[in-house]
């Protein structure tokens, strides 16, 4: 599994990624530290079942500690994304680029909203995390809206002429963003979109089509970071009512405690509570 790490600018995403994989990575606190992706292994956590069993825990693709399952998955930390970068603004198009194979998605914020639209730093409390996560949803459904409009009058008139399914053409175009017949199948069901008709589809339907196709093929969380300073709790509460799954997190208290543990100053297993 391919989980991309995502945000814009100077909101923690390598701090956070070096805290859940502990590789050494540039970290600093300005914009575009990270220009390449980092690619490194995280741990899922959940608990093991083995005494519950009464079975002697052998796992071939994940380890056991205390009683706690760590279950490998892939990260991948990509530069931040900006306004524009549908349109190649800052690093947009190598973002969106390396992020496209990705299985499932985290969106870093800076939850105290103690950075702006840019990254640069800015009082705390003064900007909106909200913004910052609808701009980079936005920029992203504009990216997938950009490769299914590339010839889309020609495509869907050639698919009504000759009968043939407006899924499979759709499914061969998006097929580098890791997207199957399937999943566009059920989309166009949800928006009640005609597949024999898709000369009929407004540039509204396919603007809805991109944002539910990113939805159900990237499911995303936000990982809230930065909830350790005063400013962060009012966000958070914010963020929630949204509807959007939220996780706190404070991300170089994290990196200070995996570091504490891997020297023996400490035991700690990543995500105790205490």
């Not at 969106?107 to 009082?123: M, N």
Request: hydrophobic share 40%.
């Amino acid at each position: 599994m391919l989980v991309g790490v995502i945000g814009k600018p100077n909101v923690g995403k390598s701090t956070f990624f070096s805290a859940a994989t502990l590789r050494e990575v540039a970290i600093a606190d300005f914009p575009f530290t990270t220009i390449k992706p980092n690619v490194g292994v995280a741990y899922l956590r959940t608990q093991c079942v083995h005494q519950e069993m009464g079975v002697v825990d052998n796992p071939r693709n994940s380890s056991c500690v205390n009683g706690t399952r760590l279950i490998p998955v892939k990260l991948v930390d990509v530069a931040g994304l900006v306004e524009g970068a549908a349109q190649g603004r800052g690093l947009g198009n190598q973002f969106l680029d390396e992020i496209r194979q990705a299985d499932a998605l985290i969106h870093v914020v800076d939850a105290s909203g103690s950075t702006d639209a840019e990254g640069r730093k800015v009082p705390p409390g003064s900007h909106d995390p909200l913004k910052d996560i609808e701009m980079v949803e936005r920029e992203f459904d504009l990216w997938v809206l950009g490769i299914i409009r590339r010839d889309w009058e020609k495509t869907s008139k050639l698919a009504e002429q000759s009968a043939a399914k407006i899924t499979a053409s759709l499914a061969a175009r998006l097929t580098g963003l890791a997207v199957d017949e399937k999943e566009i199948e059920l989309v166009m069901a949800q928006l009640h979109l005609k597949p024999e008709k898709p000369t009929e589809w407004s540039d509204s339907d396919l603007q809805k089509f991109a944002t539910h196709l990113r939805e159900r093929s990237k499911p995303s969380l936000i990982a809230a970071n930065k909830a350790d300073l005063p400013s962060a709790m009012e966000n958070i509460e914010r963020l929630r009512v949204t509807g959007r799954r939220v996780i706190p997190c404070a991300s170089e208290a994290e990196l200070l405690l995996r570091r504490a543990a891997e020297r023996g100053f400490l035991s700690y297993t990543p995500g105790d509570e205490t």
